[in-house]
T-cell receptor
Framework: GAVVSQHPSWVICKSGTSVKIECRSL??????MFWYRQFPKQSLMLMAT?????????EQGVEKDKFLINHASLTLSTLTVTSAHPEDSSFYIC???????????????????FGPGTRLTVL | KNQVEQSPQSLIILEGKNCTLQ??????????LRWYKQDTGRGPVSLTIMTFSENTKSNGRYTATLDADTKQSSLHITASQLSDSASYICVVTVNTGFQKLVFGTGTRLLVSP
């Protein structure tokens, strides 16, 4: 249990267009989902934390109007990169933390389960 | 400032050999420490998790240790395989309401045939 998927796994887009990335918890309900960005040979950098039904909390330096996050259900969060530019090219990874409502372990409620990532290339 | 430092930055070993990766952290308040394996172009996969009271945790050929007094952890890989080639990331959870993660920069391991 505790599988997180992302779609698409990779995307290439033109500069100025918007791209939506989906993050789904497949077999558990996720109260909280996280979005990270990772540049080559660097560690994951937290972009924002989203709780189902409320506005996302963005880390310092992350533009909330550029990276739109929607967490409309307990199993789905989306990240939309608006007006993408080449410097937005990166590896975007989401993670999900279980609500614990199922009572099953896994998933642990103190653990973030990571998706496989989405490679974004902006031309 | 909450920080996690890892060493070495990169490592090359021969298949079948053992290796040990190091992690030093200054995170407070401490909740737990995890080691993740991240294959190139993939998301991190958890290998081990240790809380404050745990000194060692094994997962197959991976053994992690934790010294909460010195704030150090290690990941020992036994009888390395080519598939062990990946980045290994030490992640410490800050014991706050949001359970914020502090990531190390990782150790890139290459297992050579």
């Amino acid at each position: 249990g505790a599988v997180v998927s992302q779609h698409p796994s990779w995307v290439i887009c033109k500069s100025g267009t918007s791209v939506k990335i989906e993050c789904r918890s497949l077999d558990f309900q996720a109260t909280t989902m996280f979005w990270y960005r990772q540049f080559p040979k660097q560690s994951l950098m937290l972009m924002a934390t989203s709780n189902e039904g409320s506005k996302a909390t963005y880390e310092q330096g992350v533009e909330k109007d550029k990276f739109l996050i929607n967490h409309a259900s307990l199993t789905l969060s989306t990240l939309t990169v608006t007006s993408a530019h080449p410097e937005d090219s990166s590896f975007y990874i989401c993670s999900a933390r279980a609500s614990g409502a199922s009572g099953r372990i896994p998933p642990r409620t103190d653990t973030q389960y990571f998706g496989p990532g989405t490679r974004l290339t902006v031309l | 400032k909450n920080q996690v430092e890892q060493s070495p930055q990169s490592l090359i070993i021969l298949e079948g050999k053992n290796c040990t990766l190091q992690c030093n952290y200054t995170v407070s308040p401490f909740s737990n420490l995890r080691w993740y394996k991240q294959d190139t172009g993939r998301g991190p996969v958890s290998l081990t998790i240790m809380t404050f009271s745990e000194n060692t945790k094994s997962n197959g050929r991976y053994t992690a240790t934790l010294d909460a007094d010195t704030k150090q952890s290690s990941l020992h890989i036994t009888a390395s395989q080519l598939s062990d080639s990946a980045s290994y990331i030490c992640v410490v959870t800050v014991n706050t309401g949001f359970q914020k993660l502090v990531f190390g920069t990782g150790t890139r391991l290459l297992v050579s045939p």
